[in-house]
């Protein structure tokens, strides 16, 4: 299943608490990996930055102009918002996949 190497997300929960066993994957599903553990009290932001630089996907597009990614939760069948708590917003063994945010226009 996996492409990349299992990692474990920099910095530590205040709380010391922790979420384990992300499952996660680009957009075409080519990239697979699991994450160890993500503080709980980090942001969704938070982890797709760090999910970036462990992933190396193209940080700009063919024009030169940056991307933007988003985490869609597959269990919610929904896009995360980069200000959401890590803790409040995923669970144990969640599938998650890297979008690129495509702006109209």
Known sequence: ?????AMTMN??????ETLTGLSVSDL???????????PKDSTIGDLVQ??????KL???DSAGRQLRYRLRLDRESRHLDAG???GN???EDDE?????HVMAG
Not at 11 to 16: E, L, P, T
Not at 28 to 38: A, E, N
Not at 50 to 55: A, G, R, S, V, Y
Not at 96 to 100: D, E, G, K, V, Y
């Open 89 to 91: 917003s995923l669970q």
């Open 11 to 16: 910095g530590g929960a205040a709380n010391g």
């Open 96 to 100: 998650i996949s890297l979008h690129p």
């Open 58 to 60: 193209a940080r700009n």
């Open 84 to 86: 959401e708590l890590v």
């Open 50 to 55: 760090e999910l970036l630089i462990k992933t």
């Open 1 to 5: 299943m996996e492409n990349a190497a």
């Open 28 to 38: 075409t599903g080519q990239k697979r990996f699991r994450v160890k553990s993500v």
